[in-house]
C-alpha cells in the first residue's frame, strides 16, 4: 500500500509554512517531531474545557481531568505491552525517568566496587546519572564499545558482564547515528547473571513496536516529544515488583497517604512517584498521540522511513567531500555527516538560510564523536511526514553550502 505522505502532511499544521522565503524542511526529528493537530486539540480542549486538578477534587471538571489523565495512563501501558497501568509512572520525559531508577532503584543497592555498565552509543541522559550515582558510592562505569559502522560488540557486552555488574543501561536506538541495538539480545545477555536493565527508549517510542514484557527489560523509558507529542512530559515503565519497592524519588503532595511531623506514609504505585500537580495537559497530549500513531498504518510508516533513509544514504554519498558517519546494517532514519573543510555549524547555518531545518553538534553524545574522532556532526533525522522531494532539497542544500566554501 502506497505511504501518502501529502496527506499525512495536513494532519501537522506547522509544516506550512516558509522560512527565509523557502518552503520548511523540516529534519530535526530526532531532538524534537512536530505535533499532529489532534494533539494540539486534545490539549487545547482540556484547557478549555476540563481543567481541574486531578484525583482529590469531587466536582466535574476534576472528575473529567481525572478520567483523561488515567486513560492516557492505560494507552501508555498498552503502547508498551505493560502488564498493568501501575507499571506507567509519569515523568517530565526520558531524563527524569532515569534519574529516578537511578536515585530510588540503583543507590540503595550499590556498593564500593560495583559496575554500571552502559555502551558508547549513549545519549549523556543515560551517562551522567549513572555518573552521579557511581561517584556518591564509589563504584564504576564499564563501557560497551562498537565498531566503525555504530553496532555494539555483543563479544564485549559478554566479556565485560561480571558478578560486579549492578546494573545495564542501554539505549534502543542511537539518537546520533541511528543504530538500532539488538536489545532483546543484549537483556538476554544481562538476565543470565542476573543483571537489572533499563532500556533508554526516547528515539525508538515513534520508529519501532515496544513490548516489554517480550524484551523482559525492568525499566524502559520514552518521551512524548519525539513521538508527535508535547514536550515536559513522559513515561518510566518499571516491572511492579521493583517499583513497589523502590523508595520515592520526590516528596510532595499526591505521593502520600498520611503526613504527620513524625512520619508520612506514602501512596500506592505509581503514585508515589507522582509529586505534586503533575502535567495534565501532557498526559493529555500524550494519549492523544498514542492515538494518532494507533490510527495510522505504523509499519508503512517505518517502511517509508527506511526508503527515506536509503534514497538519503544515496543521494548524500554522490556528494564530494562528504562522510556519512554511522552505517549499521540495522538502522532508524537518521543520517549524521561531516563535509571536508567545512563545520557542521556552518553547514546547519547556511541550509537553514534555504528553509532546511538540520541538527549539528555532538547531539548529546560525546563519547561517540570522540570514537569517530570529530568535534561534531550534521544530522537529519526523518520521520512519517517527510518526503523524497525533502531529501532532494537536502542535497542540493549541502551543494550550495560548499560553494559557499569553494
Not at 561517584?135 to 557486552?157: F, H, P, S, W
Not at 538476565?191 to 527508549?201: S, T
Not at 517480550?214 to 515488583?241: E, Q, R
Request: with cysteine; charged share 25%.
Amino acid at each position: 500500500m502506497t505511504w501518502n505522505v501529502e496527506k499525512i502532511r495536513t494532519d501537522f499544521p506547522i509544516l506550512d509554512q516558509s522560512i527565509h522565503g523557502q518552503p520548511l524542511v523540516y529534519l530535526d526529528n530526532a531532538a524534537t517531531s512536530q505535533k499532529p493537530l489532534s494533539v494540539l486539540e486534545a490539549m487545547d480542549k482540556y484547557y478549555v474545557k476540563d481543567n481541574a486538578n486531578i484525583h482529590r477534587g469531587v466536582h466535574q471538571l476534576s472528575e473529567r481531568a481525572t478520567l483523561a489523565y488515567e486513560a492516557a495512563r492505560k494507552k501508555a501501558q498498552h503502547f508498551v505491552g505493560a502488564a498493568q497501568p501501575e507499571e506507567i509512572v509519569f515523568v517530565r520525559g526520558t531524563t527524569e525517568a532515569i534519574n529516578l531508577v537511578a536515585h530510588s532503584f540503583l543507590e540503595p543497592r550499590l556498593g564500593a566496587g560495583d559496575e554500571i555498565l552502559l555502551t558508547r552509543l549513549e545519549h549523556h541522559s543515560n551517562i551522567v546519572p549513572w555518573q552521579l550515582v557511581a561517584q556518591r558510592k564509589g563504584a564504576k562505569i564499564v563501557v560497551v564499545e562498537m565498531n566503525q559502522r555504530g553496532e555494539l560488540l555483543l563479544d564485549d557486552l559478554k566479556k565485560k558482564l561480571s558478578a560486579r555488574t549492578k546494573m545495564a543501561s542501554f539505549g534502543h536506538v542511537s539518537n546520533a547515528l541511528g543504530t538500532i541495538n539488538p536489545i532483546k539480545e543484549m537483556i538476554a545477555l544481562c538476565k543470565e547473571q542476573d543483571v537489572p536493565v533499563m532500556i533508554d527508549g526516547a528515539q525508538a517510542a515513534p520508529h519501532l513496536k515496544i513490548d516489554v514484557r517480550d524484551l523482559n527489560c525492568d525499566f524502559y523509558a520514552f518521551s512524548a516529544h519525539k513521538m508527535y507529542g508535547p514536550t515536559g512530559i513522559g513515561v518510566l515503565y518499571g516491572k511492579f515488583a521493583h517499583l513497589e519497592a523502590m523508595p520515592p524519588y520526590q516528596g510532595g503532595g499526591e505521593m502520600i497517604t498520611t503526613v504527620t511531623f513524625d512520619k508520612s506514609e506514602y501512596n500506592l504505585v505509581p503514585h508515589k512517584f507522582e509529586a505534586g500537580t503533575p502535567d495534565i495537559a501532557g498526559v493529555v497530549g500524550l494519549g492523544a498521540a498514542i492515538d494518532y500513531l494507533h490510527g495510522i498504518d505504523i509499519e508503512r510508516a517505518a517502511e517509508h522511513e527506511h526508503e527515506l533513509l536509503l534514497y538519503t544514504n544515496e543521494r548524500l554519498s554522490a556528494i564530494e567531500g562528504l562522510k556519512l558517519i554511522g552505517t549499521a546494517a540495522q538502522k532508524t532514519a537518521v543520517v549524521s555527516f561531516v563535509l571536508e573543510g567545512i563545520h557542521p555549524h556552518d553547514i546547519g547555518t547556511i541550509l537553514d538560510q534555504h528553509g532546511i531545518a538540520i541538527r549539528t553538534g555532538h547531539h548529546c553524545a560525546q563519547p561517540v564523536m570522540e570514537f569517530y574522532k570529530v568535534a561534531a556532526t550534521a544530522r537529519a533525522s526523518f520521520a512519517l511526514y517527510n518526503t523524497r522531494a525533502e531529501v532532494d532539497r537536502l542535497a542540493e542544500g549541502i551543494e550550495k553550502v560548499k560553494e559557499v566554501f569553494r
